[in-house]
């Protein structure tokens, strides 16, 4: 395990259909997030879970968002009737149970709504 | 409220010259300043943190941070840059204080151009 991978690396997907992203991260880390970033912008928080236990979701987290992380290990990211607006990359990160230790992240899907 | 500032959208240095990236924060109790670098279409990589401790912290690749406690800032800086050092960078923080909130705020990037 070399650090964390998300699946798929691209989608290109038209309006209105549904997608499906998931995140692996590091074995040994309780501790998963989700992040959004656009363009010229840093990354925005979106959600995070401590084992399976979604702790926190953002208020950009529409209902047509959701997020599982079912055993704890790991997670999967679904966009319903996905929007133009929706095209960014997505990052998942993962972190120790700790408040000071760094997050590491995957290499991002980047979605493409057309 | 929970701040991070990268006062510089970018920043240009020639091969060879020490550069600066520069990071302000403003947060409640002791920080947790984090840099990271990302290269294009990549995810995020971490370079560096401080916690506590000695205010000049060494991360990967040559860099280096310096806190400061009274100017709320957490500066990248490397003495000798390189044409492969030329990425997006990232400041960000957490608060020592506030429970389980483990969000990292993060600021909104400096892009670094290394001219040969």
């Known amino acids: 395990d070399t650090g964390v991978s998300q699946d798929p690396r691209h989608k290109i997907t038209k309006r209105g259909q549904n997608v499906t992203f998931r995140c692996d991260p590091i074995s040994e880390h309780n501790r998963l997030y989700w992040y959004r970033q656009t363009l010229g912008q840093g990354p925005e928080f979106l959600t995070y879970f401590q084992n399976e236990a979604q702790l926190e979701k953002s208020r950009l987290l529409s209902d047509r968002f959701s997020a599982e992380r079912p055993k704890g290990s790991f997670s999967t990211l679904e966009i319903q009737r996905t929007e133009q607006g929706d095209s960014a990359m997505y990052l998942c990160?993962?972190?120790?149970?700790?408040?000071?230790?760094?997050?590491?992240f995957g290499q991002g899907t980047r979605l493409t709504v057309v | 409220a929970q701040s991070v500032a990268q006062p510089e959208d970018q920043v240009n240095v020639a091969e060879g010259n020490p550069l600066t990236v520069k990071c302000t924060y403003s947060?409640?109790?002791?920080?947790?300043l984090f840099w990271y670098v990302q290269y294009p279409n990549r995810g995020l990589q971490f370079l560096l943190k401080y916690i506590t401790g000695d205010n000049l912290v060494k991360g990967s690749y040559g860099f280096e941070a310096e806190f400061n406690k009274s100017q709320t800032s957490f500066h990248l800086k490397k003495p000798s840059a390189l044409v492969s050092d030329s990425a997006l960078y990232f400041c960000?923080?957490?608060?020592?204080?506030?429970?389980?909130?483990?969000?990292?705020?993060w600021g909104l990037g400096t892009s670094l151009a290394v001219n040969p």
């Open positions: 960000a923080v957490r608060a020592s204080q506030g429970g389980n909130n483990r969000k990292l705020i």
């Open positions: 990160a993962s972190s120790e149970d700790s408040i000071n230790t760094e997050a590491f």
């Open positions: 947060v409640s109790g002791n920080p947790y």
